[in-house]
């Protein structure tokens, strides 16, 4: 089955997510995490990608990323190499790393922005693993509020208030709010109808016995069709 194309972003920021195969985990202990962050520095500063929110989470990885001087699979691509390049060396281990190829959504616009930015950064609190968003030692929320290193944390604050000092706090209360963000892993659930209900909306809506749709001589066979599909 053919995959579906990526979702372009206007802007070149995307919300990616890594998981392991399986849902194993791909951080063993506190030196993987590490090297993980060591690879994101390296190409950070050859691509020059933007990074402003990112957080290790045992089985999987969350980043929000601006696309830098080569398209973002192949950055992406990199990444992944090197770190089951070196993970499968530390473990004398063979194969796959990562389930199927890395989730991505375009984020478009500041609202969903900031969204996606606080979904990160609490994700450690909403999964047990942290009870504090600065004491999470794998996600780099601690740079928006000390000296930033990676993080591009100025866009991200210049959304908050124009003084420094300002937008830190008000940073921190919104990142601090209780929410029901729902964020890439969540999937939409199809709706569907039952093979009664669908006969009788074709009968009502386009006076058509459902067997007869794939008679030629139907009308608007095409528009019905393609409703159906929906």
Request: aromatic letters at 12%.
């Amino acid at each position: 089955m053919p995959r579906t194309a990526r979702a372009k972003s206007r802007s070149k920021i995307y919300h990616i997510m890594i998981r392991g195969i399986n849902q194993q985990n791909i951080f063993i202990d506190d030196e993987d995490d590490d090297k993980f962050m060591d690879i994101l520095d390296t190409y950070h500063k050859k691509i020059e990608y933007e990074i402003y929110a990112y957080c290790l989470m045992g089985n999987h990885v969350h980043l929000l990323i601006k696309e830098g001087e080569e398209v973002l699979s192949n950055t992406m691509k990199r990444i992944g190499t090197s770190y089951v390049y070196w993970y499968n060396w530390q473990y004398n281990r063979k194969g796959h790393l990562f389930q199927d190829r890395f989730k991505s959504e375009a984020v478009e616009d500041d609202a969903y922005f900031l969204t996606v930015l606080r979904y990160i950064h609490q994700n450690p609190l909403k999964t047990g693993l942290a009870n504090h968003l600065d004491s999470y030692k794998w996600s780099r929320y601690q740079e928006y509020t000390s000296k930033a290193k990676m993080v591009n944390i100025d866009f991200a604050l210049s959304l908050f208030d124009k003084e420094k000092g300002k937008a830190i706090e008000k940073f921190i209360r919104f990142n601090k709010e209780s929410n029901n963000d729902q964020c890439l892993e969540i999937t939409k659930k199809r709706k569907t109808m039952s093979d009664k209900k669908i006969r009788q909306f074709a009968l009502k809506r386009y006076n058509i016995e459902l067997p007869s749709l794939h008679n030629e001589q139907v009308k608007n066979q095409t528009e019905v069709l393609k409703f159906l599909k929906k």
